[in-house]
């Protein structure tokens, strides 16, 4: 069945990217000037934004996506898509002028190396004034999440109109790039993977005490809990009043973990919208992102609630 965008005010609200990933497989990478023969090709909707949005739409969450599209080629497809997950759309600001944002992978199916060039299009363009037009989207919301492939001070803003309004506030800091002092001081969730977590902390974090050091470095600049996932090692989890507590993945046999930290975000973001303590908000996201990692592909690995174990229902 596909789901339509219900009337319902939407409790996890995304700020964030959308792109068409463009894949070809081909034995071997192509050296510079070369051509080879590929063996498939493969186009899916992706982007962190997008991903979170369908992973939480997936876990039972009303999600609303807040964006700026080119509808362009494959924009409008790409919206299509997002709305049959029964993601809100209508906060989306559009340009028919633009093309959206697209990432051409080539994926060597000999060795599973990759190449990317990511063209960020629309992205790219999300502004303060978009995001404003969203404001009664985002001030109904329980929490409001983002990434940082969209401009941070459209992030800012959203997360500034949140707190006003008592929402709570995710900002998962992937790609790995500096962090606004704006954003950060309107952050009250930092989740990011281990490698983001040293590079930000400007710290080592090869080991898990090295990994709490960097977080507790974090906790310091203003966020109230601190997340460093762990890939199958799991969520290192921190706060100021709790301390540093480390939750275990669930053992599965992982077949891509492409995607992983998204469907992580989307089932964190779902938790907390329905006001679950925050070690069951951080266990609801590592066991979508678990079963997620057991299939192929990214957004058609994403878990749907009644997969998850009772208790997480
Ligand atoms: P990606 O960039 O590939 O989306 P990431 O680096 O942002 O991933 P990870 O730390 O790899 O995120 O994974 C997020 C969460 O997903 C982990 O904290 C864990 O709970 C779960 N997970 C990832 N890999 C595995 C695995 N092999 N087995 C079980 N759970 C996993």
Request: include cysteine.
């Amino acid at each position: 069945m596909t789901a339509t965008a219900s009337s319902k005010p939407a409790s996890v609200v995304v700020v964030g990217s959308i792109n068409m990933d463009m894949v070809s497989h081909s034995p071997r990478l192509p050296a510079p000037g070369e051509t080879l023969v590929g063996e498939a090709f493969v186009m899916a909707p992706g982007g962190k934004g997008a991903n979170q949005a369908v992973a939480a739409a997936r876990l039972g969450a009303e999600v609303a996506f807040v964006s700026r599209v080119g509808t362009r080629q494959h924009g409008a497809e790409l919206l299509a898509a997002l709305g049959a997950e029964g993601v809100h759309t209508a906060a989306v600001a559009t340009d028919a002028t633009a093309l959206p944002g697209i990432a051409v992978i080539m994926v060597a199916s000999q060795g599973g190396e990759n190449s990317i060039v990511y063209v960020p299009g629309s992205n790219a363009q999300l502004s303060a004034a978009d995001v404003e037009q969203a404001k009664a989207v985002l001030q109904a919301a329980r929490v409001v999440v983002a990434q940082l492939e969209v401009p941070q001070p459209a992030i800012a803003h959203a997360f500034a109109l949140a707190r006003a309004a008592g929402v709570t506030t995710i900002l998962n800091a992937a790609p790995a790039l500096p962090v606004n002092a704006e954003l950060l001081a309107q952050t009250q969730w930092l989740v990011l993977n281990e490698t983001e977590a040293g590079q930000m902390a400007g710290m080592p974090s090869a080991s898990l005490e090295q990994v709490r050091a960097a977080a507790e470095a974090l906790l310091a600049r203003g966020p109230g809990q601190v997340v460093v996932t762990l890939g199958a090692q799991g969520v290192l989890l921190c706060s100021a009043q709790q301390g540093a507590q480390h939750l275990p993945a669930q053992r599965v046999t992982a077949v891509d973990t492409v995607g992983a930290g998204d469907t992580f975000v989307g089932g964190l973001a779902t938790g907390l919208a329905e006001g679950w303590a925050p070690a069951d908000a951080v266990r609801l996201g590592q066991a979508a992102a678990a079963l997620a990692v057991s299939r192929a592909g990214v957004q058609t690995a994403m878990p749907r609630r009644a997969e998850l174990a009772a208790e997480l229902q």
